[in-house]
């Protein structure tokens, strides 16, 4: 079972830039699809990006031009490059392996001035 561990939020002004990465026990590459969502206080969890093994990638409409997910089979690493934050951003964002449904414990991301 493999287990996933989120690091790199933290707190950031408007217009600023975080990476996220996502840490896994064990090998992603056998991995098909792996994302990343944000949970907001009082709102539901939502989906804001997926990589297939294969490199294909979806965004959420709302981060499409700002985020980038990408994923380095090698280190068992997924991560998301966030640039030009909003504070509608903020959230605690999730990794989580589809093939398994697996998720991280989450990370702090605050934009605010």
């Known amino acids: 079972q493999v287990q996933l561990v989120e690091s790199g939020g933290g707190l950031v002004q408007p217009g600023g830039s975080l990476r996220l990465s996502c840490a896994a026990s064990g090998s992603i590459s056998s991995i098909n699809a792996m994302g990343w969502y944000r949970q907001a206080p009082g709102k539901q969890r939502e989906l804001v990006a997926l990589?297939?093994?294969?490199?294909?990638?979806n965004y959420a409409d709302s981060v499409k031009g700002r985020f980038t997910i990408s994923r380095d089979n090698a280190a068992n690493t997924v991560y998301l490059h966030m640039n030009s934050l909003k504070p509608e951003d903020t959230a605690v964002y999730y990794c989580y392996a589809i093939d398994y449904r697996v998720w991280g414990q989450g990370t702090q991301v605050t934009v605010s001035s």
């Open positions: 990589i297939t093994s294969g490199g294909s990638t």
